[in-house]
């Protein structure tokens, strides 16, 4: 007997997680474009095991902080890595980088790790692409939801020393 009801309850839960699971969603306007993916495979497994899937107004309102704050952040990287070529680059042509949007929670905290892209293959919507080797990822930055505040801008070629 027990064993049925803990597979009835096995059964719902799958079914509950299957129906309830989100799917990427496509984002373009006139000044980002981007995919919120529902699951990354993050360099860290805390963050994968607390997925959170962010609204389209979380997602203007951290790409209106992204275009007036990516001059600081990237004069505060320079800072810390000495020069970095793409910094100009960056600052010019942030609209035109492809994003991918993850959503995860941090304690209570909601956060989003944004990967930027220059070039990216057909399936980019998909999401996953930073597990491609061959290197589609430029940068990524994260922002806190919560704390409307971005932080942790990382170039993947960090300049050479």
């Given at each position: 007997?027990?064993?049925?009801?803990y597979l009835?309850l096995f059964?719902l839960?799958i079914?509950?997680?299957t129906?309830?699971?989100?799917?990427?969603?496509?984002?373009k306007?006139?000044?980002?474009?981007g995919?919120i993916?529902?699951k990354?495979?993050?360099?860290?497994n805390?963050?994968?095991?607390?997925?959170y899937?962010p609204?389209?107004?979380?997602?203007?309102?951290?790409?209106?902080?992204?275009?007036y704050?990516?001059?600081?952040l990237?004069?505060?990287?320079v800072?810390k890595?000495?020069n970095?070529r793409e910094?100009?680059?960056?600052?010019k042509?942030?609209?035109?980088y492809?994003?991918?949007?993850?959503g995860?929670?941090?304690g209570?905290?909601?956060?989003?790790?944004?990967y930027?892209?220059?070039?990216v293959?057909?399936n980019?919507?998909?999401?996953n692409?930073?597990?491609?080797?061959?290197?589609?990822?430029e940068?990524?930055?994260e922002?806190?939801?919560?704390?409307?505040s971005?932080?942790?801008?990382?170039?993947?070629?960090?300049?050479?020393?």
């Amino acid at each position: 007997m027990k064993k049925i009801i803990y597979l009835t309850l096995f059964g719902l839960f799958i079914f509950t997680n299957t129906c309830t699971a989100q799917k990427n969603k496509y984002i373009k306007t006139l000044t980002y474009e981007g995919a919120i993916c529902s699951k990354f495979d993050p360099p860290s497994n805390e963050k994968a095991w607390k997925p959170y899937f962010p609204s389209d107004l979380e997602i203007s309102k951290m790409e209106k902080k992204i275009s007036y704050s990516i001059k600081i952040l990237l004069i505060d990287f320079v800072k810390k890595y000495g020069n970095f070529r793409e910094s100009n680059e960056i600052i010019k042509n942030i609209q035109n980088y492809k994003r991918q949007y993850y959503g995860y929670w941090y304690g209570g905290e909601r956060r989003i790790i944004v990967y930027f892209y220059k070039t990216v293959p057909k399936n980019w919507k998909e999401g996953n692409l930073l597990g491609i080797k061959g290197g589609f990822l430029e940068f990524l930055i994260e922002y806190s939801i919560d704390h409307d505040s971005l932080y942790d801008f990382s170039a993947v070629h960090l300049p050479e020393e």
